[in-house]
C-alpha cells in the first residue's frame, strides 16, 4: 500500500441478500464502522449488492448521510436499446453508484465473458462516470502452464488498449484458483503479480496512470490475512467475496489499519 492511494475495502455480495436484507446489512455495518470511528478518508469502503438492492442502498445512504459507497456487480457494454436483461451504465449512474465490477472470473466462466467484451464494458462504465473495477486473474492450470502473471496482465493489456491515459480504474487481482476456496495467494505471490500489473498500466497509459491506479487483491480474503496483503507496496485494498457477508468480520477487514503487524 502506498500512501499516495486511499485504500479501497469492497464487498462483493454476489447473489446473496435481497433488497431487505440489504437495508439491514449497510444499517449495521455503518454502525459497526462508526462504533469503531472508521475514518472513511483513509480507507473506502464500498458494497456490491445484486441489482435489485441498490435502490434500497441508495435511499439509505442518502437519507442517513452515510459515508459507505457502492456499486453494481456488472454492467452492458451498451446504453440502451433490445438487450433483454441487461443494465446500463446509465441505470447504475442514475442509482448514485460510484463503481461497478467488470470481469469477474464469475461472469467470464459462467457468461463466456472474454477480455475484448470487458474492455467494452469498462469504456461503457467510464463513459456513464462510473469507476470500473476491472477482475483480472489466473485459473489453477494457467498458474500451472504460464506462471502467475502471464495470464493476468494479458488479460488487462485488452482492457488497457482501449483507454486514455486519463482513465479513473480499479484493477482487482483475483487468482480464481484462491476465490471461495479459502486458499488465498501469499502476500508475496499477490504482490508479484500486482506489480507487474502496475508495470502493464505504465507501459500502456504511462508512470503518472500507473501511480494513481488502486489494485486490490480478491481471493479469500478475512480479517486474519487482510493485514498481510495491506503491507505489500502494489497493493491497494481487497475485493472481498465471502466474508463481506459478514458485518462483523467485513468491519474488520475494513479496520485492518488496527490489526496487529499491520503497516
Ligand atoms: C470474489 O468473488 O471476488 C472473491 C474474492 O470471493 P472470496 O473472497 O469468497 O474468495
Known sequence: M????TPLIAGNWKMNLDHLQSIAFVQKLAWALKDAKHDYASTEVAVFPPYTDLRSVQTLVTADKLDLRYGGQDLSQHDSGAYTGEISGAFLAALDCAYVIIGHSERRQYHA????????KTVAALRHGLVP?????ETAEDLEQHGPSAVPVAQLAVVLAALDADADIVVAY???WAIGSGQAATPEQAQQVCAA????????LGEAAAERTRILYGGSVKAANIAGFMAQRDIDGALVGGASLDVDGFASIARFRQHVGTV
Do not use: K
Open 113 to 120: 465473458e472474454t477480455d475484448e467484451i470487458v474492455a467494452s
Open 197 to 204: 500489473l502496475r508495470a502493464s498500466i505504465a507501459e500502456h
Open 133 to 137: 473495477v476491472v477482475c483480472v486473474g
Open 2 to 5: 502506498a500512501v499516495n492511494r
Open 174 to 176: 483475483e487468482p480464481v
